[in-house]
């Protein structure tokens, strides 16, 4: 009976399950010995960090083998454009057929927004600004995207992510106060980006033409190189306040650093 089981089981796998063809590339896992924990060290992905398309091109141009191009991007996945046209210009590059669909098959998905993190800090006991508003202006091809806040409705609030840090001593009192606003904002444009930073006393500015004269000479300006994909797309942006020395009660800005994680 049991020798009958075993035929008709085997008879089910040959009509469910066609033979293979002999050349592909295959590996027996044992699902006794394995009993759904990690499969077999050749599923799994490499620690390293993914491949750009820049490395493929430089692994092409310097020896290295198709077959051995293709592994590489099936251990650690390829952080890149694998739109048309990024496929055209490595293909006309000279990359090989095998490699640029291993290219489009293990690709990172790309990136369809940024998650955006803006940071105050204030350095004093004011609570009134100079120049009341902040704004920060991120172009997305033909588009901006502005981000704007009244200083003296943050000052006056209190919000999720507010921290003082004391830092009293005998001689000199001071305490700052941090406060940051994070958010996911859809970017459809890759590539450089200029992040312009600035305070204004007017509250209408919806593009950067509309910078008054007498703002721009404050205006900082940082790259942003966005990719096409990436493991993170984190941009954090820091200003810092500190108590105007002429108008003791009021703050302006001293300075800003944009800074991004994208692996």
């Known amino acids: 009976m049991k020798t009958l089981i075993r035929c008709v089981i085997a008879a089910l796998t040959v009509l469910a399950f066609p033979i293979p063809d002999a050349r592909a590339e295959s590996s ?18 490499s620690d390293q960090l993914p491949l750009s398309a820049e490395d493929i091109l430089r692994l092409s141009r310097n020896g290295f083998a198709p077959q051995q191009i293709v592994r590489m991007i099936q251990e650690r996945r390829v952080a890149g454009d694998a739109s048309a046209d990024g496929l055209i210009a490595l293909k006309k590059a000279g990359v090989a057929p095998e490699v ?6 293990h690709a990172l998905p790309p990136n369809r927004a940024l998650n955006l993190s803006v940071e105050l800090s204030f350095e004093g006991v004011s609570r009134e600004a100079r120049r009341r508003y902040l704004y920060v202006i991120l172009p997305d091809g033909p588009r901006e995207r502005v981000f704007t806040a009244d200083l003296g409705a943050v000052l006056s609030g209190h919000w999720s992510r507010d921290v003082l840090v004391d830092r009293t001593d005998p001689l000199l009192p001071r305490q700052i106060r941090r406060i940051t606003f994070s958010g996911e904002v859809p970017l459809k444009t890759y590539g450089q980006k200029s992040v312009l930073v600035f305070t204004s006393t007017r509250p209408d500015i919806i593009a950067s033409a509309d910078i008054p004269g007498a703002d721009r000479p404050g205006v900082q300006t940082y ?5 096409a994909s990436s493991l993170r797309r984190d941009c954090l942006v820091q200003i810092r306040y500190k108590q105007d020395v002429a108008v003791p009660y009021q703050w302006h800005m001293v300075r800003s650093k944009l800074q991004c994680e994208w692996n």
């Open 223 to 227: 790259t942003l190189d966005y990719p």
């Open 100 to 105: 640029l669909q291993a290219f489009s098959l």
């Open 28 to 45: 027996v896992v044992n699902i006794v010995s394995w009993e759904g924990g990690r499969l077999l060290p050749v599923y799994e992905r």
